[in-house]
């Protein structure tokens, strides 16, 4: 009992998890790129929503259909999603031709067969077939025109993720494996690590560079010169510091350096300028010469245009006030 019960939980927690995060993905400004990647994931939630009610309740064969139909919508839309991400291209009218297997499932799901007979095992089979295709042209797709991409690893990780999880169903399907919610569970942990990646590496404001010229080993080499600007001129001081005041400093645009920082440090450009202030003002905080300083004159020391920005983000930054920082240092 308690195997089952907790096998529920891990397969809902993945199932409203993966909701969620196609709730999120329609609500992102790069709308057409991302709610590609939420009909995809919303795909698979509908497919892995029905393998989890089937495993406690009964279903009608058309409630099943409607729930296999999810998989006649992930293929294509992981396609697409791709096209959109690395090519930028619009969806056509004749992209829907892709989705009609999904619509004619769906409006016939009252009389395709789902009985376990030899016409259901058939169906069902089409279906995989279908999947294949997509993930298919998926992997060509990564193989022969993303070798250089920047959202390369992102989008490769989805794939391999959605084709882990079609080999899963594949073997559930023969009685290969004989345990049909692991396909739940399995997705469940999938979402999670989506979810982290997602967190982790800012994907989504990155996208938005997918296209730009600039090579990896340049990307490095740019961000050297920005470290070195902060670091040895503190430009971060000046309280007017900007993105256009540091890429003329360069002789780069400020889209080349918004992404640099992005793309290495996973911090927008405020957050990086934030880095430097607050770490000079730790310094200060620390320094005896310091100690009768009114804490309002070390931020303004440190670029800072107000105590209450610099109070916000120092206590971001170490989990305390400046004054609780401070203390540490006191001689008593």
Known sequence: MLIKVTVLVLSCLGIVQA??????????????????????????TIRI????????????????????????????FLWFYGK????????STRNYLHLIPFTLFVLLCWIIP???????????SL?????????????????????????????RNIVMGV???????????????????????????????FSYLLLKRHVFTLEKYSNSSIDPVTSRQLLQQI??????????LGSNVSLKTVAESLSVT????????????????????????????????????YAHEKIETIAFDCGFGNVTSFNLSFKTETQMTPSQYRNQFTVA
């Open 19 to 44: 909701l969620l995060l196609s709730v999120y993905l329609f609500t992102l400004k790069e709308k057409r790129t991302n709610v590609f990647l939420a009909l995809a994931l919303l795909g698979l």
């Open 49 to 76: 929503g029905k393998s989890i009610i089937l495993n406690y309740v009964p279903l009608d064969p058309w409630i099943r259909n409607l729930g296999i139909s999810g998989t006649l919508l992930t293929g294509p």
């Open 84 to 91: 959109a991400l690395f090519e930028r291209q619009n969806f």
């Open 114 to 124: 789902n009985r376990g007979d030899f016409a259901s095992y058939f169906i069902y």
């Open 127 to 155: 279906v995989f077939v279908h999947q294949a295709i997509y993930l298919t042209l998926c992997w060509i797709y990564i193989t022969k025109n993303l070798q250089s991409a920047r959202l390369l690893p992102w989008y």
């Open 163 to 193: 084709s882990l999880i079609w080999f899963l169903y594949v073997g559930i399907f023969i009685d290969f494996i004989p345990f049909y919610i692991l396909g739940a569970i399995f997705f469940s942990f999938l979402i999670y690590i």
């Open 227 to 236: 470290k070195e600007l902060f670091t040895e001129k503190e430009i971060y």
């Open 254 to 289: 400020a889209r080349e350096v918004s992404q640099v920082i992005n793309e290495h440090e996973q911090k927008n450009f405020s957050e990086f300028v934030n880095q430097y202030r607050i770490t000079k003002a730790k310094v200060l905080l620390a320094d005896q010469a």
